[in-house]
């Protein structure tokens, strides 16, 4: 994964386009979109923005689907939409970091931002109590997706032909899947299949789920409320995007089926197609799914250590460090600043001493290190005799 927009985004193409629909049942269109170029921050879907090289801060992608009744869920979508784009403008395109992980916790923040608004005003507003939306955020840096979702959206991934679903629905219905008590199939006809375990706004605290998809040469990511989801399998999906290179086509195309189908809610799709030598060809056998993002500190491997090798490094530690002289006081543990400030001090103080500050500081730091050691190989021990008894 590329973790900046270098100079191989340069030949990275997007084409994008989306489309709402109010549905056949509805009366007003609770669902919003957003399609934003971040570097210029151009929120249209202008041809510069339809089809464009993103540039070093990427390309958003939204779909949010409001609920609430009367007017509150067209405002908490609208709403959703607005914040989001703003808090990317605040942390992302004015930071001076382009690294892919600032970016990606700026995804999630911008969504826990959007639910506090949401439920603030909801609290400010009691009429429009319990109002909320779903959200489904695609953020497209480097050759990556950054994925973050609340609530039961979708997001799909059409690659070699076939569409997966590269988002996780938060809703009763795939708790159940997951626990077994429910089969996929039976879990699309399912009467509670609309309930959803979480939304922006409800409540004060929101859990978003973070994921990460590469993006292969000729993918094409379908964003959707469940409107459009909610009417038609991966497979309907896919034949549509693989029938029509026209994205303009596919959204119309795909709004279409699902108003066929009954179109009970509100619809709306961002179809996105991805070309250009920047990007990797798919293999045969790489499929996309549905992936937790982690961080590249969480991604780093810890090695183990043999207790008995911990023990003789301590002890060499402490051989070397009793021949130090002069013996430099220590401050409290857990207060690195005073303790660094206080060997600063003493060293500096004592100018007979043939250590100087910068020498007291290093035998705190493997004073530290060597009562860390001899816990840590103390408490092996114990567990170590625990589990011999």
Same mark, same amino acid.
């Given at each position: ?10 030949? /990275? ?123 489904? /955020? ?9 994925? @973050? ?18 988002? *996780? ?32 706004? #409800?409540?004060? /605290? ?38 029509? #290179? ?6 119309? *195309? ?50 183990? @250590? ?25 401050? #409290?543990?857990?207060?690195?600043? !005073? ?16 250590? !100087? ?33």
């Amino acid at each position: 994964m590329s973790s900046t927009g270098g100079s191989a985004q340069d030949d /990275i193409i997007v084409h994008v386009f989306g489309k709402t629909d109010v549905g056949r049942t509805r009366e007003h269109n609770e669902d919003a979109f957003v399609v934003a170029d971040l570097t210029t921050l151009n929120a249209t879907l202008q041809p510069e923005v339809r089809t464009h090289t993103p540039g070093p801060r990427g390309t958003l992608f939204m779909v949010a689907d409001g609920m609430g009744g009367a007017a509150a869920g067209e405002i908490a979508s609208a709403l959703a939409t607005e914040v989001v784009l703003q808090e990317l403008d605040t942390r992302w395109r004015q930071a001076h970091d382009t690294d892919a992980e600032v970016f990606a916790r700026a995804l999630k923040a911008a969504a826990e931002t959007a639910n506090a608004r949401i439920h603030n005003y909801a609290v400010e507003h009691p009429e429009n109590r319990g109002m909320g939306t779903t959200c489904t /955020i695609a953020g497209f840096l480097g050759d990556t997706l950054y994925l @973050v979702q609340v609530g039961d959206s979708r997001g799909y991934l059409v690659r070699n032909g076939v569409a997966q679903q590269i988002t *996780k629905d938060q809703s009763l219905m795939q708790k159940l899947v997951e626990a077994g008590e429910m089969t996929a199939e039976e879990a699309e006809v399912s009467e509670r299949r609309n309930i959803i375990l979480q939304a922006l706004g #409800p409540e004060a /605290i929101v859990k978003v789920d973070l994921t990460s998809q590469a993006v292969r040469r000729g993918d094409t990511l379908v964003l959707c409320s469940d409107g459009l989801s909610g009417q038609m399998r991966a497979g309907d999906i896919a034949r549509i995007v693989n029938e029509d #290179p026209d994205l303009v086509g596919v959204c119309r *195309k795909l709004i279409d089926l699902a108003n066929e189908a009954g179109g009970p809610d509100n619809i709306t799709v961002i179809a996105v197609r991805f070309e250009g030598s920047g990007l990797e060809p798919p293999t045969a056998d790489e499929g996309p799914a549905h992936h937790p993002y982690t961080s590249q500190s969480e991604q780093r491997i810890t090695q183990p @250590v043999d207790v008995s090798a911990i023990a003789a490094i301590a002890e060499d530690d402490a051989d070397v460090d009793a021949s130090m002289q002069p013996t430099v006081p220590t401050a #409290p543990r857990n207060t690195p600043a !005073s303790a660094m400030s206080a060997a600063a001090a003493a060293a500096s103080s004592n100018p007979g001493s043939a250590v !100087s500050a910068e020498d007291a500081l290093v035998s705190v730091a493997k004073l530290r290190l060597i009562f860390g050691a001899i816990a840590v190989a103390i408490g092996a021990v114990v567990v170590y005799t625990l589990l011999r008894k």
